[in-house]
Structures are given as C-alpha cells and as structure tokens.
C-alpha cells in the first residue's frame, strides 16, 4: 500500500547515474545534476548538463501515466558550461517523475531524475499490515485507502484554488495563540448570540474537505478566502489537517450543534454532521483513534490518549448515541452508528491496558495502532505508563462505560496502580534561576503522581525535550533541557479521594 504524496513542499530527490563508466581514467565519466521545487504551478529544475553534450532534454510524467506517454524536450535556456534552471509546467499536481538526458550523436551520455518524496509510514506499513489476518488485513486496507482518498482530495481542491489565481503555495490559515475551547458554563443562550453568530461562518469555512478542523487558527478575521489553508503551518500546510489534539475538531463539533439547536441554523447543523462522519471515518478498525485524519505518517498514527484526544471523541460519540443536548436532532440510524463506534472505542481501551508480567496496570499516552504496545511520541514522551491520561480515562470509564465485569476489573486495577505509585517526600519550589523545580522534602505533604512511568519497573522517568534522554529525576532533566511541559501530576488525587467512591455507589446500584 502507497504511502500518499505530501506535495506543495520544496522537494529535493535527485541523483546523477552516469552510462559511460566505462570511460577512461583520465576523462571523467560525463554527469548530470538535477534540482527540483515543486509547487501548485510548476516544477522549478535547475542542474548541470554535461557540456560535450549535443542536445540535452527533459520529460515529465505525470502520476498515473507511463513514461513513453511523456515526450522528450529540449532544455531551454542551457548556458555553455551545461547550467541550467527552468520552469516546467504542471497540469495536475500529481506528477511522478522528471527525467533528464544528455545525448551526443543519438547516444545517452548520462541521465538523471526527480520524483515526489513520499512520507512513509513507520507504524502503519505495508508489510505490518500484510503480515495480518486477512479479515483484519482487508479492513486496514480499506482504512488506508479511504484516509489517501480523502488526503488527495483536499490536495486536488486546495491546488484548484491557487490554480485559478494564479497561486504558486496556498496561503497559511491566521494563527490563533488559544485553542478553540467553549466554557461549559456558557448558557444555551449565548450561542445564538452576536459573539457566537460574529465566528460561526468562518468556523464552518476552515472545516476541512473531509470533516474536521486544523489546530491553533484564529476565526476572528472572517471567512477561509480561496487559496487559504485549513492549517496555519506555511511550511508543511497538511501537519495536522483534521486532527483531535487540543480538543479541536470535537470543540468545533459541539459548537456549531449549540449554535444550531439555538438558531435553526441549516448550515451548523450540516458542519455538525459532517464533523461526527469524520469521527466515524477516522476511527480505526481496531477501535482507536489516530492523532490526525487523514493520517500523517509518523506518531500520528498511533492510538492517541495524549491530552486526552481520544476520551474527547469518545465523549460525543456518547451524546450523540443518548441524542443529548445540543445533539437532539440526532436520528436513529446516527444514533446506531454512533452507539457501534462508542463500544468499539470501549472494547479498545480495554485491550490497550498495559499489563507487566500479566498484571494490567494503566495506559501510554500513545499505542500502537496494530499491537497496541505503548509507543513514543515526541522525544520528550517516551513508551511509558501515563499518570495524567490514565486518570482521565479511568475518570470516564467509571462515569460512562457500561458496568460491565470487564470493565469493573479494568478500572479496579487502573485504580490499584495508581494508589500504589502515588509520589511523596516531594516538595515543588523555584530555585535560585526562578525556575520550578522538585526537591526531596520527608516534611512534605505533597502528592504528586509522574506523568512518565517506565512500562518495566513502574519507576518515575522524565525525558528531556532536547536530548530524548532519559532520566530518573526532574531536577537532572531540567539541568539539561528547556522544560515547557508538565511532568508531574495531582489529578489521581481526586480520582481516589472522590470518584472511586461515586464509581463503587454506582456499581451496587446497577447491580440491584
């Protein structure tokens, strides 16, 4: 299975394969370099032609098609020395490959070529998914297809755009610095309200083709104007096109279902549907959900519970399933297709739990789409136990999930682990630089819970943003690396104070 083509970026694939090895020591064998840009409108060569050359040429084949299809054409422009830089004009954004040749006497004296760099899968590769069994292959395969689909359709319609203006790169969608996030004290009444209708519009503009929403964009300056991307990343515009980190996509979902069940509002209530179809289409066939859709290679193809991503599609899925406000206008057959993808999630929670030497113990931030091993993200987010995400999740099993005794024994161990791996004799300070940090404190009586714990000895690890390394204690990380992110938590805390008590009420309840 094709990885698809990320196009619209500076791409730099070429290398020279001389004919004539053969020739004698003293006279080098003749080469020829290429250079290529690409972008919506051309791809932009440059090189050096060998200069014995009698005639050197060009052809280009577009994706699709077979190469003798393409004709040879003379280079334009060609200075003595072989140098060379020109323009060649596409049709279509998906071109395969640019060849060049130099020939002399109807002899090809060296040849050389560019193709698109293709973003290859790490986890969800051609072989892994092969190596399935065919029922489980067959549903990866159609996922995979599905996902290119919807990719090279959002490519085709933003290269469209800039084409009929004439737009070599599309432009990057306004940055906003604050996640899209509604308070949820907000009254029903606000979202029919001149500050809801002023971002409606341009909410539903920045929708993406296939249903979703980028991160970090700013809808205050008015509607996506042609030619503008869904994302605001100018030098990759397809990092997180449709994507669930930081609580976007479902935000923009609930949003629009409350400005449509205060206004009526046709067009809410669309953008609102197709936003649950992404969710539906987006989910993997095991039950997880990937970090971006169309899925990007890299850690974006893990099961994603960092920042509770995947807890997020869960809860709408779940309102959409009971036809909750602002979801009333859900129909039963939404309401079944919603219902099966919510127990799906379920079941993959479940099976996602880590166990250490057979005994289950909580979740990674991140797992593997096909065994569900713990995987890392960035270097900072090692394969490890979660404190912070596996008390979110716990959280939502013991409120939502059906008491089930499966369910029952996934939440009582999660819960026995992290009692036991509560972190005391710690004591959170500024230092001498201003800076936070932990020292051991027997007088403390704080307690924290790590955000990393090592998936072997169930030991507290903090892993340094700069160097990947890591290491036992915050205090030597941050000696080492810049630290903007949280590594120590409170939120199991009111877990075990709280919700295990209003869990154990509910299970006797359910059990009369």
Known sequence: MQAYVLPFIFIVIASAFPLNAQSPQDKPAPKFTLKVEADYLALHTSGTAPAEATAREYRLTMSGKTSEAAPWTSIPNIEANGSFKFDVPLTDWRWA???VRAMADEKVLATDEAVPEKRKFTMLTPERIAALPEAQRTAWQTYLKTSAHHADHERELIATECRK???????AAPHNSTEFEMD????????GGADALKIVDAVLSFQTPAGSWSKAVSYMLGLRQPGTHWTNNAENPWHYCGTLDNRTTTEQIKF?????????????????LRGIEWLLAA????????QVYPVEPGYHEAITLNDDAMLHALEVLLAVREAEAPFTFADEALRQRATVAFEKGIACLVECQVKIEGKPTVW???HDPLSLAPVAARLKEP???SGGESTSLLKFLMRKSPVTTTASSVIENGITWLSAHRITNLRKIKNAEGKTDYTVDAASGEIYWARFYDVQTGLPIFAGAQDGKIYNTFHEMAQHNKVGYDYFTTKPNDLISKEVERWRKRVQKEAR
Do not use: I
Not at 165 to 171: E, H, R, V
């Open 97 to 99: 490959r640019l060849e």
């Open 165 to 171: 203006l004439g737009m070599a790169t599309s432009q």
């Open 184 to 191: 949820s004290k907000v009254p029903p009444e606000w979202y």
């Open 256 to 272: 629009l279902a409350n400005v449509h069940a205060a206004t009526k509002r046709d067009d809410a209530k669309a953008g609102t």
């Open 283 to 290: 989910q993997f066939p095991n039950g997880g959900w990937p």
């Open 364 to 366: 990674c931030a991140q």
């Open 383 to 385: 394969p490890s136990l």
